[in-house]
């Protein structure tokens, strides 16, 4: 069964402080891995795809990393507006479209 | 360009009554994917169609739900005789094509609550 894991599930940094959050996952044949964003009371903001490993991808102070067992969203020099729940996913081969999700990890960054 | 719409984007319902939850894609998207946010717990698949077709309903409970996309008009989720642990939050997305890995944009959800 396809799984996706994210951790931490909660993350407070400062202003500025610079991190990385984590998406493993056990996938049949990786077609696409997807991270949104969310914030409360809404519906997931799309960020990147990765299709491969070694793809990476970058949207301003975030960048996306892609290993074949996971992938790392890290941002740089975080602002408050950067608080939000960070979705990982994953669309596995065999012509399924469903995306199976990660948990979340919750951000939160104090001025 | 309009992204994808969905409403009512809160519903309060009794239970036993019928709940109905309406998406439209976006301008050019031909498939629609649903997906339930329980409290605490992750986004889950339940079904995806396309117009007037339901390609794969793994992720729908057997009873009570079904799910159409009609030729003409939004896509509807249907919840019979709702009972309190259907209360979450009902995501749309939407795609152009079912291409690998294309991106699904999503709706801004509806809070179902069943008092």
């Known amino acids: 069964e396809d799984q996706v894991t994210q951790s931490p599930e909660a993350l407070r940094l400062q202003e500025g402080e610079s991190s990385s959050l984590n998406c493993s996952y056990t996938?049949?044949?990786?077609?696409?891995l997807f991270w949104y964003r969310q914030d409360p009371g809404k519906g997931p903001e799309f960020l990147f795809t990765l299709y491969s490993a070694g793809e990476e991808k970058e949207k301003e102070r975030l960048k996306a990393t892609l290993t074949k067992k996971e992938s790392f969203l890290h941002i740089t020099a975080p602002k408050p507006e950067d608080s939000a729940t960070y979705l990982c996913?994953?669309?596995?081969?065999?012509?399924?479209?469903?995306?199976?999700f990660g948990q979340g990890t919750r951000l939160t960054i104090n001025p | 360009n309009a992204g994808v719409m969905q409403n009512p984007r809160h519903l309060v319902r009794r239970r036993g009554q019928e709940a109905r939850l309406r998406c439209s894609p976006m301008k050019g998207h031909s498939h629609v994917y649903w997906y339930r946010q329980l409290p605490e717990e992750g986004l889950k698949f339940m079904v995806y169609?396309?117009?007037?077709?339901?390609?794969?309903e793994s992720g729908m409970p057997k009873e009570r739900f079904s799910a159409e996309f009609p030729k003409e008009g939004p896509s509807i989720l249907r919840i019979q005789q709702v009972v309190r642990g259907d209360s979450a939050a009902y995501f749309c997305?939407?795609?152009?094509?079912?291409?690998?890995?294309?991106?699904?944009?999503f709706g801004p959800g509806t809070r179902l609550t069943v008092l």
């Open positions: 169609l396309q117009k007037e077709n339901i390609i794969d």
């Open positions: 996938v049949s044949g990786l077609r696409g």
């Open positions: 996913a994953v669309q596995a081969g065999g012509g399924a479209q469903k995306l199976v």
């Open positions: 997305a939407s795609s152009p094509s079912p291409q690998p890995a294309d991106t699904q944009y």
